[in-house]
């Protein structure tokens, strides 16, 4: 697919004018297709995530065709620039973060954790020295439902010092404070709960930098009943220094800068939506999430069943983190991004797109 593609074309693609009704036939919605990055409107391979159970699902490729309509320009700025992802990366690159794995029951579950130290790139020309658990940054979600216990086996793959230490409520003995050297390898014993969202990060010296370098990931405990069906995503928000100045150079949700504003998350108009976001970053104090032209109800910590507030901007300490439940009842785009714009800017821009 190269070249424009004509608006017939893009009704097509979409499924006929019928999907967008009037809006897509007469309105600028159908324009915005016509202007879309080929790359984008023609494979359309973003992200979706799916709709029961609790937990999303990658699109089938008939409904990853609905994935054009972004304004024309967007997917080479004018919010992205320098901070877009590779080139090469394609829309379900971070499906694997995007969409958290499904709720797990069991009295107790083995999993493995290493920590590797590679090359990672992190925006069309932005490659940092990441270290990350399980070769990823964020790291692997973690769910299990509260007191659930995770036997977890951690190995150090690299030459320095790592560990795992969780936030949430647990035995100090196994708080993953302690460094265990390279080559090293130990056992944590962890008791899942309170149902929240909480983060999990390496907690050896200096600790920023290890944080920095990518050694954050998410784990979500459900209460025992479960949580109401809804479209589940995890945003986890971060700071990229490649330079190692001491400062973040660049900024990401779930690990690539500017993915979401390339390609954008899709939900289905008028569905619940809940959102597990976390704060990951370092060296900025605070960070944000905000949402355009919707509300969302905030659980802060995703602690309770009762949310604490209703808001369109909720912000975020280092290592806060919240669930958010909303629904996008008209099709369109709606942009987030933290109201740090100086964040924002360099390569926090995301977008929901309301199919
Ligand atoms: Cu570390």
Redesign the pocket.
Known sequence: MTGKITRRQALKRLGGATLFGAGVAGGAFAGQIIGAEPAVAGEGETYAPGGHSGHGVPAGPAERRLSGGLPAGAAAGPYSGEFSPPEWMKGAELDHVTVPPPPSRQAVRELEMT?VEAPLQVSRSHTVDA?MYNGTAPGPTIRATEGELLRIRFRNFTG????LHFHGRHSPFYDGWEPVPPGGETVYEIEAGPAGVHPYH???MP?DQ??A?G?YGVFIVDPPGGRPEAHEIVLVLAGWDPEERGYNQLYAWNGIAGFYDKFPIRIPAGEPVRAYVVNATEYDPVASFHLHAETFKVYPAGIGEVPAFEHDVVQFGQMDRAILEFTLSERGRYMFHPHQHSIAMRGAMGWFAAI
């Open positions: 920590v270290w320095h010092d790592h560990n390496c907690h050896s600790i290890h944080i370098r050694l």
